[in-house]
């Protein structure tokens, strides 16, 4: 279950890339961050950067790595939950 997801973009000269992170929660309730990135319309990497039982410290690392990626120049296009 997605608890919050965030889509971002960024686009300069030849650079047209998103980012999306997510927060949610797997079946044995802990909370899992994923991170899929990549040029737009081509196919997503995507990693897992971080599994945490507390909720609070998900949402802080979550909140962190969407304001590091807003301070390198993307632009947010979509925010679910946050």
């Known amino acids: ?6 889509h971002l973009w960024f ?3 030849s650079s047209d890339k998103v980012y999306i992170v997510t927060l949610a929660r797997n079946d044995e309730g802990n909370y899992v961050l994923t991170a ?8 997503l990497q ?6 945490y039982e507390n909720q609070w410290r998900a949402t ?3 909140r962190y790595l969407v304001a590091s990626k ?8 979509e ?4």
């Not at 899929?36 to 196919?43: A, I, L, P, S, V």
């Not at 995507?46 to 599994?51: C, R």
Request: hydrophobic share 30%; aromatic share 10%.
């Open 60 to 62: 802080r690392d979550f």
């Open 70 to 77: 807003t301070q390198k120049g993307y632009q947010v296009t």
């Open 11 to 13: 686009y300069a000269g």
């Open 36 to 43: 899929h990135w990549g040029r737009r319309g081509k196919t």
């Open 1 to 6: 279950m997605t608890v919050l997801r965030t």
């Open 46 to 51: 995507s990693q897992t950067k971080g599994v």
């Open 79 to 82: 925010a679910v939950g946050a």
